[in-house]
């Protein structure tokens, strides 16, 4: 079965250093795979996707196939990145997403 | 536009009370999902509906009902409320995949928190 593992329940980083968010999935085809985010009192929402390659707020992940990774990184974490970030799994032929169980992030001033 | 609006946003019932949980967008999705966030357990799904009409089990359908009556509302129900079901429910949105070619990022209501005594 398809799974979304992120394996870092809670993450703290001090304000200035580097982020690095994990997510691996498990699935033996073309993986879709995206990055949401749910700050405090507020809803989910999309922070980016494999297949735009951008970088929002300053955030990247690269799919990596041969690790089957799509860690999320920041070179700089910033106070207001602290928050909930879900990783999420799709599929061609799938209707849903499959998520991870999240890591909390918090940045240390 | 609102996106999608979840009505309740609290809500706190006795064990074997019933109700039900209203979910709607204005985005002419195609795709509905419900889920429930429990802590340390992250996003599971209860139910989804791919179109008007037209419902499915998600990952933990036990104890709920949904509907789909019209494209832009998603209802889910709760027939015989248990402590278990104690958690932040949450509704969300998507264009369908057809003619894309990718799954469609998915837009999320406030959540409803929901209390079971």
């Known amino acids: 079965a398809q799974r979304v593992t992120q394996p870092e329940k809670l993450l703290s980083v001090f304000k200035g250093a580097p982020v690095e968010l994990k997510c691996n999935y498990s699935?033996?085809?073309?993986?879709?795979l995206f990055w949401y985010v749910q700050y405090s009192r507020q809803r989910l929402q999309l922070l980016l996707r494999?297949?735009s390659r951008e970088s929002i707020k300053g955030f990247t992940a690269d799919l990596n196939k041969g690790e089957t990774s799509f860690h999320l990184k920041k070179p700089f974490a910033q106070e207001e990145d602290s928050a909930m970030y879900y990783c999420?799994?799709?599929?061609?032929?799938?209707?849903?997403?499959?998520f991870g169980t999240g890591t909390r992030l918090t940045i240390i001033p | 536009n609102a996106g999608v609006t979840q009505t309740p946003k609290f809500r706190v019932l006795k064990t074997g009370q019933s109700m039900t949980l209203l979910c709607a967008q204005d985005?002419?999705?195609?795709?509905m999902y419900w889920y429930r966030q429990d802590p340390g357990m992250g996003l599971r799904l209860i139910h989804y509906?791919?179109?008007?009409?037209?419902?499915a089990k998600g990952e933990v359908p036990d104890g709920y009902n949904v509907s789909r009556l019209k494209k832009q509302n998603f209802l889910l129900g709760l027939e015989s409320a248990a402590p278990s079901q104690t958690s932040v429910y949450f509704c969300?949105?998507?264009?369908?995949?057809?003619?894309?070619?990718?799954?469609?990022?998915?837009?999320f209501g406030d959540g409803t928190r929901l209390s079971i005594l």
């Open positions: 999420a799994l799709g599929y061609f032929g799938n209707e849903k997403l499959t």
């Open positions: 509906s791919v179109g008007e009409g037209t419902t």
């Open positions: 969300a949105s998507s264009y369908s995949r057809q003619g894309r070619g990718y799954s469609q990022p998915q837009h």
């Open positions: 699935y033996s085809g073309s993986p879709e």
């Open positions: 985005m002419n999705h195609e795709y």
């Open positions: 494999h297949i």
